[in-house]
């Protein structure tokens, strides 16, 4: 089974804080994913990359950026985190470089909150 | 550009009775359909998929869906439910107009009730 781990469940930062949101997966798969999931919106779309040192920005990348240095790790770097990134944060992956017929594996998911 | 338009937000039904949850896509080119389940505190798990072939399709703990293409709709059935099908549903697409990605719908909460 793929397995899919982010490293923390909850996080509480403050206003204005660096914040390092980290996922591994163990499937050696090309592609990873991050989403923001909110009530009502469903999950948007922050970054993806489909190869080592490779990123796509989402259709919400403002305020984040992304770090793949190594296949089986994608981080998702607040810059400067605000109230207004409060959020579940779900990191996925697939496999097949580009493959859009490819269901994605999810993680449990990060609850950040920002104070 | 795509998008996808789950019709109800919450749904609301007793033990052992059928279910359908209502799932709309607009693309304009060939499309690949999921439907992902996420438990409370956890992360998304595939349902099933619509890749080509069948316009039904079977998935896992019982759950079926049908593609019509006409209709652009991908609904989401389920003949007799149980109490531990209380979670949220999320249609998902895919084609290769918007670049590399998957759109998620809003979500629909599904709770069953004893």
């Known amino acids: 089974d793929v397995k899919v781990t982010q490293s923390s469940r909850y996080l509480v930062k403050r206003t204005g804080e660096k914040v390092f949101l980290e996922c591994v997966q163990d499937m050696d798969h090309e592609n990873m994913f991050w989403y923001r999931q909110d009530p009502g919106l469903g999950l948007r779309l922050i970054y993806f990359?489909?190869?080592?040192?490779?990123?796509e920005k989402g259709d919400i990348p403002e305020g984040y950026s992304v770090s793949r240095e190594k296949k089986e790790r994608f981080s998702l770097i607040l810059e400067s985190a605000s109230t207004n990134q409060t959020s579940m944060y779900l990191c996925?992956?697939?496999?097949?470089?580009?493959?859009?017929?490819?269901?994605?594996?999810f993680g449990n998911g990060t609850r950040l909150t920002v104070t | 550009a795509q998008s996808v338009t789950q019709l109800d937000s919450q749904v609301p039904v007793f033990e052992e009775a059928p279910v359908e949850l209502r799932c709309n896509y607009s693309?304009?080119?060939?499309?690949?359909l999921f439907w992902y389940v996420q438990y409370p505190n956890q992360g998304l798990q595939l349902l099933l998929k619509?890749?080509?072939?069948?316009?039904l399709v079977k998935g896992i703990n019982g759950f079926e869906a049908e593609f019509n293409k006409s209709q652009t709709s991908f609904h989401l059935r389920k003949p007799s439910v149980h109490i531990s099908d209380t979670a949220e549903y999320f249609c998902a697409v895919s084609d290769n107009t918007g670049g590399f990605k998957t759109i998620f719908g809003a979500g629909t909460r599904l709770f069953v009730k004893a």
């Open positions: 996925a992956s697939s496999p097949q470089k580009q493959g859009l017929n490819s269901p994605l594996h």
């Open positions: 619509y890749l080509s072939g069948s316009t």
């Open positions: 990359s489909y190869d080592v040192k490779m990123k």
């Open positions: 693309s304009s080119v060939s499309v690949y």
